[in-house]
Structures are given as C-alpha cells and as structure tokens.
C-alpha cells in the first residue's frame, strides 16, 4: 500500500488530538482510503512536556523547516494557530508544493487571498476543514456535497462558550456574570473571554462560510456583529414565554448583488431545529434552492472533534496525491470578487423582540405603537408580562413587542423617537428574531 | 473550461430534478469546480411526457445504450431504480470504463459487491450518495469527512413517509390508520405502502450505511426488522407522557467482531435531537471516536433534495476526471469482510417500554414485576395512567414498565412467562427505547 507522509507544525491540544488520532486509527483509515497515512515529524518548540500521547521521541523537533522539507512528507498539518509563523510556515510549505491542512480560521479570514493564491501557483492543496465548525464537516459539505445548489441562506451557532451559557442562562434562569463565571471555572470560556462573547470568533467563521459559499471576499469589517455579554434575563424569560430560544446565529444571505452577514443574539422558534442545540454543541442550518434546509451539528471544538476534521482533510489529500492527481481547484472559488456588495445594517431586515421599560404603562404603549408606526414598523405581537415588586416600586414596567420585517434604519429612528419621547425609564432592548 | 459530458438514464422525478439542477445552476457548478458539467443526453422510453423543464428536444432519446457509448459523455446517471435494466446499464456502463452516479439503494444492497467489483477492474468511479438520505450528504460523511473516525454508533430517521405519519400521530392524536389514509392521500405515502411503514426502506438504507462504516457485506435477512404498522396511539400518549417521542430509527452499532443492525419503532427522549425531526425530515446522528455526536439533517426524498446530492457526487467525478485522475479507491471498502458477523436479535440489548393490559391491576403488578426479575430484567420506572371508561368496563387496565438495559432474548422469555400466567387480557407491547 502506498504511503504518504504528514507533518504536523504545533504540537498543543488539537496537534496532539491528530498525532493521536492518525496513530490510533491508522489501519482503519488505511482501509478506507487505500492510503496509508503515516505521521513521520512534529514540530513545536516544546518538545518535551507530556501530551498525553504515546510516540516514538524521535518524532519530535523543534525545527518547524526541517519538517516542511523532509522529502517523506508529502502533507504539513498547521496547528500553530495565530497569523504570525503559522502564516509563514503554512507560505513556506505551499511554495515547497506541499499540500496543507490548517484548521486557523484567523489567518484564512486574513491572509486567505494570499494563502489561496500560493497554493494555486504552487499547484498545492489547501484543506481548513476544522477552521469552521470543528467536528463538524460543514466546509466539506458546501464545497461539495451542495457545490450544486446555490445557498440561499446559512443560519448558524457558531460558538461553544456562547451556546454554553445561553444553555444554562435559560435552564437555570442565572445572569450572564454568573454564567459566565462559572463557564470560567469550568473550563468551557476563556479568562479573557470577549473573542467569544462579543461574538468576533463567531463572525470568522461566518465570513469564512460566506465567502465559500458566494465565491467573494467577506471584508470582517463590513459584517454586523453583536456579542451576549449584554443579554437579560430578563429577556431571556420573555422570550420563552414567547415560545422563542435566544441563540448567538451566524446569519448568511444573498439577496441579487448584495450579501448579509451578521452575528447576533437570536429569538429562535422552539420548534425549530436550531433551538435543540445546546450547551457547547455547535449547527449550521444551510438552505440549497436544490436541497432545502439541511442541518449539521456536533461539537465545534475541543482536541477529538477537530482533530476528527482535520484528518478527514489528511485523508482526502493523500488519496489524491496516491492517485498521482494534478490538483484541481481544491482553493476557493472567488468568481464573484468585485461582484457582489455587502448589505449594511441599516438595510438588513429582520423581525425585532423590542424591549421596553416604560414609566406609565397606558399611555406608554399608545405613544410607542405610533411611533413604530410612523417609521413602517408593523407590530406581530406585544405584552407586558407581571412586573416584579422591584420594577413596580420604581414605576418601570416592562413591554415587549414583537415586529414584522423592518431594516435596520427603521428600527433605529423609531428606538430613538421613543427614547426621545421621554415614555422609558432606560435604553430599549432590541433583539433580532430568525 | 474543460467541459465534461453528462448522461441521464430514467427521465422520471428525480431524473428531472437532476436534469433542470444541472441546467440552471451550470454557472455556479462551474465557477466553483473549475469545470464544467454539460448535460448532453437524457434517455427514457417516455421522451414525449412534459416533466417541467426547459430542455432542447435533441437532449432526448429512448436508446440508453446510444447515451452509455456516447463518447462526449463521460459521466452516467443512473436514475430508473429497480435492479432490471437498471443493472444492466450500471454494469455496461462500468465496463465501458463510464463513471456512474446512481441513488439506486435497492440495486446497491443486493448486488451491490458485483457493481463496485466492476468498477473497480474498469478503473471507473462509482458514486451513490443520493441512495440514502436525498438530500443529506450522510454518504459523502462517512467516506470522507468521518473516515478517521472508528463509528461507534448511528441513529438514523431515514424514512420520510414514517417520520410524517408518527408526527401526526402524536401531534393530533390520530391513530396509525386514520393518518396513513391522510397521508396516502396527501401523496405521502404510497396506495402500497408497506416498504415504507414495515420499515424495508429503512432497513436498506441501514444496511448501506452499515456496510460504509464498517467494512463488509450487511446481509439483509439477518437485520432485525420491525415497522410502525402495528403502533398503537395510546402508546405513543404513554410515550409522551414519560418524556419521548417514537420515531421509527434504524440504529447501528459495533461490538467487538459483532455489528447489530436493526429497525423498530423507537423511544427517543425529547431532549435528543432525533426528537425534533419532524414530519417528512430525515436525520441521521453518527458517534466517532473522534468526532464525538454529530447529525446530519434534511429532507430524504424528493426532487430536488434528491437532485441536490446527486449534482454533487457528478461535480466529484467532473472534478477527478478534469484532474486526469486515476480514479482511487472510490468505490467502498470490504476489508472486514468475512471478520465481522451480525448480532442476533436474542442478544442485541435494549431499553424496553412495555404495555400491558392487565385484567387485575394490583395483584399483577406484582406477578410481572416478579416474572421480569427472574429473567434479570430490571425496571426503571413504572407506573398505570388512569384508564378510560372502556377499558374500566372491560376490565383492562394498561401497565407500562420501562426496563433497564436487556437482551431481546431475555424480555421475549418473559413475556411469553406473562403471557401464560393469565394476567395479561391481550398480547403485551414491546417498543426499545433509545
């Protein structure tokens, strides 16, 4: 059987989930693929504390070049992770005709066009499977099992640590802090934790399945992102009473030339799939005009899950470079660069759960209803839900609305007209619904 | 671009669905593989029948073999299903060294080792991702995405027309009957319904899956078999109220050198995500070694979902072929064949509900709970809901008893104990929970 050589450039939690996994699994695979995967280097700068991974030592080197020009091995694993030597390693590898496998989705979201290009002149491979959705094999599936179908739209939850504490938030009816504090504890949230909070590693992701998906470039800095930190409780328990869940969704579309990527929290039906995903488990929901809704879910990180992806990637490279393939356009697609435009807030529609404290609840409701409707905002549904003692006490009570479609701009100039209008007691919550 | 030449054999639904998706999303297809996939010939012995799309008349022809042999096609479509001519054109196309795209799951499982054996000595690919789950690329999964995972388990909803009439079953409280005349006449489900409701369909599919995920042969006659025909509402009130919902699952599991395979109607807990698949939607969860849980979710059947997944295995082949690839190892593996055998349904372990409609309540009771544990079956809650004036005047009160973990052999032995002690005013019901 033939064999080919893989390489694998850091050596942290999802470095040692591949080395595991390739060992562990190396004649299944082999069966499978008609190839055999053989792990031949490690690079990392730490070569001596215990991964919890049993290998030959002399796997190990710190000389990450050593490994990206060892004519064994034909595959180079980046697991480095960041867009400093990673970048140049993931560069130096492709120039070498080294076929990559990476699962950073920082340096794709930012230097993709360059990583892309050199593989291209290089006539390499560049697989990023795990970049997105972890054990998830969402990528694999929009470059070919829907290359078919024009995507419609992609809905999705994107983020462990979020879907965690929304999870527990709902569950248990705690604050966010609380939540979030004991996310820290246990090792499901980060000591700094606003990457994933706020919504930002959520928006990679997003911006990485949308410029697969559109054939373009997402500028990062186009796409709306609101993180949870800010979420209620309060509107937490609104919105099941609603019959609603709120999810931080990665929300996708194309609509003619323009394109709408955004991240923000989400009142989900409970009926609908998306609502079942809890805890740390991640989903993307992508809808074909061929396919329909279709779904995939499972864990979006962690050291198994990725390394699971990212040896499917491995696979799929060394049967073809066993079949002495010429690669073909395992790049991305970018035949709508300059083409297509991405939609601004102010334009995007949405269905919106508007909160409100008010101070006099009659006369509030009236005022804010004409407000709503002089800006073209239709109202879907609205309460005012048992107040607590508290809220009594301070004459603020809570009213909900929900609304029709309406854009951003609309909801924005009607927000401000009611701040304005001297009717709330604080800022109005404003949350989009799918 | 480099052109590849497409051939449809079987104008029907999906050959249809196939033929329009090829046509309007020819652009899209072709920016994203970097080649292009031209249909050139559709044969039918129906070429006068309006299907709906818009096609050129010289695109049609009644003669498959004249498409098989066309030398501008290199890619044929197999979409008659039945294992008549349908074999017949696989295999001759095969053997003209043509690549196949086939959904047909009946073809698959019963000759399935003649067909990859041929393709295999031609050096042709063969791709049948639209055999099982339509619209979800669960097939793509397993081969590629998952093959560096060890499959543990999978939990499948794989037939549409049951998943419909279990939901309505439960939502409206309708009996099995009432719904499947509803969905008969919905178009649901067939004037001849059996190979879906007595669970073949699923079992088919079961057994494809299987075979992918484990490495050999999965004979039909030895997978345990059971439809939603015979499900009573009342069961699934009972179901309900404990917490689960039935759907009718194939689940698939390894041990050791033994594979059980198997289809029944079964208790899945509301908190699984197998419970929120509704209606005419298919799922299928897969437990990796690696990956952990992951789901895959869509509409199993229909044209266009259907159309969707076999677009996408003609852009792989387009896509090697474009390559000048010598094909690799595309068809499935057998390297367990001959190692693994198939779990009985004696020994095959389960959670069971059981219903009894006892004649006295408090003294049987006692008689079943004994008879279980001497046939070390152990129970995990029990309990009688209040009965309904019929059975109160007849004397049947139902007991339902969920049991941990048994062997089908064991709960059968006793049952049959039960049975015989004269407790029992009709045959008890056993449904396996998840």
Redesign the interface.
Known sequence: MKQIGVGILGFGTVGA?VAN??L??RQ??A?????ECVLRKIADIDITTDRGVQLDANLLTTDAMQVIHDPAIQIIVELIGGTGIAKTFVLEALKAGKSVVTANKKLLAEYGDEIFSTAQASHADIYF?ASVGG???II??L????????IQSMHGILNGTCNYILTRMENEGLPFDVVLDAAQKAGYAEANPSLDIDGFDTAHKASILASLAY?FHVPMDQVLVEGIRNLSGMDVTFAAAFGYRIKLLAIVKRDGDQVEVRVHPTLVPL?H?L????NVFN?VMVR????????????GA?R??T???V??D???IA??L????????RGV?V??EGKLTMRSAAEINSKYYIRLMVLDKAGSLGVMTTILGRHGVSILAATQQAQSDGQQAQGHVPVVVLTHDAKGAQIDAALKEIEAAGIVSEMPVRLRMI
Chains 1, 2 share one sequence.
């Open positions: 989930g996994g390739l562990k699994n299944i695979m069966e499978r693929l008609g190839v499977g054990g998830i094999p694999r599936v470059r070919e099992g829907l290359a078919g179908n024009e054939g009926s799939m609502a079942s995903v809890n989903a074909g005009d061929l396919s329909g809704d279709t779904l995939y879910y499972g864990r962690g198994e899950p390394a699971s992806t040896i499917g491995i696979g799929d049967r073809n066993a079949a002495g393939q010429a690669r073909y356009r697609c035949a709508n």
